[in-house]
């Protein structure tokens, strides 16, 4: 079975649009594979870090932006 994987729809994300300019679903990811540098930036995936497919950045990110693959 192929690996799930988490993808950033950029058409979608608005950090603006976050509290604080804080992505939610950055702060969600406890394994590291999605982060944000710097509040009001876009959040990018960690190449160091690989995810893990538990979808809790999808589930809580309001701009829907945060899919699952």
Do not use: F
């Amino acid at each position: 079975m192929p690996k799930t994987e988490v993808a950033i729809d950029y058409t979608r994300c608005d950090p603006q649009k976050c509290e604080n300019g804080i992505c939610i679903a950055a702060l969600e990811c406890e394994y590291g594979s999605l982060v944000q540098p710097e509040a009001y930036e876009m959040p990018e995936l960690n190449p160091a870090r690989w995810c893990r497919g538990c979808a809790k950045c999808a589930l809580v990110c309001p701009q829907k932006a945060i899919k699952m693959m």
